[in-house]
């Protein structure tokens, strides 16, 4: 029988529909010593709340994250909320007592990170960061392969992650829905956003990053505040490019930017090895292009593997449907749920911890300290 784990969420927009979907559907395809129990979600306007409660399955509603993170019955909050409310929240659960399951970036910066650390580690509650892309199957697989050396020496790391939706000067800062526009609120651009999952990813992948050289843009300076009514500067990086060079010896490009025309969540890697190469795609996520130089020459190319066997050799398949049938975006945070949960019940905890984000944010803080002053920057 498994045990139940009450959970408090705050915020009800992308992210919280993504995780209540992960909480609603884990139980049915994964077998753990927990089961999610949605108690509770907060909203500041209680109608809305009430009709996300109603359409998710949440038992009750608060409308000041505070209540929420002091009832007795939530075990576990988790944190959906735009980045400057990541820190306040993360300490109030750790001196509450609660399990913290915390969105990324970790925090605003490295400084409240260290806090945010500080704070879960000292109360000791289990805590996770929800960098959800290494939950994608034919990225775990990635992760597999390079695991059992099959790419050697790692040369070069490339990562790019590409939208194109503020482009248009009339967009505003701010607010429900742009807070990611409004320095105030997210920390940072394209770099916290979006780059933090990249730079997650290949720290995961292919380990510590030494330093870096950053470039950073802010195309469009000043946009109408939502919050103000007033024409503000706008203090974050639209696009940014670095190069990096990771403690294994390897160099890296890394791009992300909100204006590339076109592009709608293009997130990319590809990693150059002495014998093998890997490529991945958001855009096509349940396939991983693999290169092998130690195949015989006249079949020597790159395979696409289509990771959707469920007989155990991929990655979370042999949970969902029969080989050829492939899941989607949604699965990653299901995955992300089934590995705290399975976690908690062996007392190993799902990673990345806040601990291990934090080194995220280390690159990310090193990569505007760059842009900022123009020089390579030691994480
Ligand atoms: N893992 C991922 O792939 C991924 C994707 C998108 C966003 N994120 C992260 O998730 C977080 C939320 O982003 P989102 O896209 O869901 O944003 P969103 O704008 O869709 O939703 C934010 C929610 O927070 C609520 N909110 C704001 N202030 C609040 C307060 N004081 N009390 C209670 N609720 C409050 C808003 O009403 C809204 O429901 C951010 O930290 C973001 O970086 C992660």
Redesign the pocket.
């Known amino acids: 029988m498994s045990k139940p784990l009450n959970i408090g969420m ?7 529909r ?1 995780h209540s979907n992960g909480y609603r559907r884990v139980g049915n395809f994964f077998d753990l010593a927990y089961h999610p129990v949605l108690k509770a979600v ?4 209680a109608a ?1 709340a009430k009709d996300f409660a109603d359409r998710w399955g949440y038992e009750s509603i608060e409308t ?2 505070r209540k929420l993170v002091e009832r007795k019955d939530i075990d576990a909050v988790d ?5 400057n ?2 820190k306040e929240i993360s300490i109030a659960c750790a001196n509450a007592g609660k399990m913290v399951l915390c ?3 970790l925090s605003m910066n490295v400084a409240e990170g260290e806090e945010m650390c500080e704070a879960v580690e000292k109360a000791g509650v289990p805590n996770m960061v ?4 290494r939950r994608v199957p034919a990225v775990t697989l990635a992760k597999k392969l390079i695991e059992e050396g099959r790419l050697g020496r790692i040369f070069h790391y490339r990562a790019l992650f590409l939208q194109d939706w503020t482009i248009s000067t009339d967009l505003p800062q701010g607010g ?2 742009l ?2 526009l409004d320095a105030a609120a ?1 920390g940072s651009g394209v770099t ?2 979006l780059l933090a ?1 990249c730079i997650d990813t290949a720290i995961w992948l292919n380990g510590t990053i030494d330093t870096v050289s950053a470039m950073t843009e802010t195309f469009v300076k000043e946009r109408t505040h939502n919050l103000t009514g007033k024409v503000e500067k706008v203090g974050i990086d639209d696009a940014c490019a670095f190069l990096a060079r990771f403690k294994n010896g390897s160099l890296a490009t890394f791009e992300s930017t909100r204006y590339a025309r076109g592009h709608k969540a293009l997130y990319t890697f590809e990693i150059n090895g002495e014998k093998a190469s890997i490529k991945w795609d958001l855009h096509d996520l349940h396939r991983l292009e693999y290169f092998d130089h130690r195949d015989e020459g006249k079949l020597r190319g790159w395979r696409s593997i289509h990771v959707t066997d469920n007989g155990g050799e991929h990655p979370y398949m042999d949970k969902w449907w029969v080989p050829g049938l492939q899941i989607g975006y949604e699965h990653s945070f299901v995955h992300q749920v089934a590995d705290f949960l399975d976690g908690l019940g062996k007392g190993v905890p799902a990673e990345p911890t806040f601990r291990s984000a934090l080194e995220t944010q280390k690159v990310c803080d090193a990569v505007l300290a760059s842009a900022a002053s123009g020089a390579w920057v030691n994480v």
Request: proline content about 5%; glycine content about 14%; overall charge neutral.
């Open positions: 705050i915020g009800y927009g992308f992210m919280g993504a907060c909203a500041r306007d809305k000041d994250w944190i959906c909320v735009p980045n409310l990541h969105e990324k970036p929800w960098y959800n892309y429900q829905g807070w990611r997210s916290g956003d999952h």
